[in-house]
Every structure is written in structure tokens, then in C-alpha cells.
């Protein structure tokens, strides 16, 4: 069974850091790369970064690099976001996903989890 699981979500103040975590089983990890996404109520979803499981190549989105850092445990099959100096704009449900093309559109992610809700408060 196919599974993607977020955690690490929460409230915190503005100025502070998460981590998010993406847990990933069921498939051929080091075959598919690693996006996250968020989605703020109204708002489209919105790339943030990618990564390749098989080479650690990296891409971030639009003004995305700096506050935002994703890495890879492979053996864990577990990919990290972590996110420094959060703003109350930062609030969205964040999602994680699995596919086999790294890009920071939803459209080519085959497999996603339910998303970790992330709320900053001002």
C-alpha cells in the first residue's frame, strides 16, 4: 500500500521555525522525486520545492530559497521541510507528494498525502 504522510505541523508565533516531515512507503523511493506544496483556503496550490530521491537535486519555488530548506533521508525514505523566520502568510495546509518527474506543479504527482496544517500567528 502506497502511503505519503506530512506531520510536523502546528501553531506557531511569527519568527519561528517548523519541520515538517514526508513519510513515504509503498513504492520505489529512490525512483520518484519529493514535492511540497501548500494551499491556503482560496488560494491554488502553490509549489515550494522539490527534490530528486535517486541524486538530491534540488529545486525551489519563486522567492522560496532562503526561508525554505528541503532535504532527504533516503534510508528512511523520508523527506524534510524546514521552514526558518515563519510569517502569518505562511499559514496553508501543507501537502507532500510523491511522483516521478520533480517539479513544482501539482499536475505530474501520482501519489499525495493528507496534508499538516501550519498556522503563524502574528
Known amino acids: 500500500e502506497v502511503q505519503v504522510v506530512e506531520s510536523g505541523g502546528g501553531l506557531v508565533q511569527a519568527g519561528g521555525s517548523l519541520r515538517l516531515s514526508c513519510a513515504a512507503s509503498g513504492f520505489t523511493f529512490d525512483d520518484y522525486a519529493i514535492g511540497w506544496f501548500r494551499q491556503a483556503p482560496g488560494d491554488e496550490r502553490e509549489g515550494i520545492s522539490c527534490i530528486n530521491s535517486s541524486d538530491g537535486t534540488t529545486r525551489y519555488g519563486d522567492s522560496k530559497k532562503g526561508r525554505f530548506t528541503i532535504s532527504i533521508d533516503n534510508a528512511k525514505t523520508t523527506v524534510y521541510l524546514n521552514i526558518n523566520s515563519l510569517k502569518p502568510e505562511d499559514t496553508a495546509v501543507y501537502y507532500c507528494?510523491?511522483?516521478?518527474?520533480?517539479?513544482?506543479?501539482?499536475?505530474?504527482?501520482?501519489?499525495w498525502g493528507q496534508g499538516t496544517q501550519v498556522t503563524v500567528s502574528s
Open positions: 507528494a510523491a511522483g516521478t518527474t520533480a517539479a513544482l506543479m501539482p499536475g505530474p504527482y501520482k501519489y
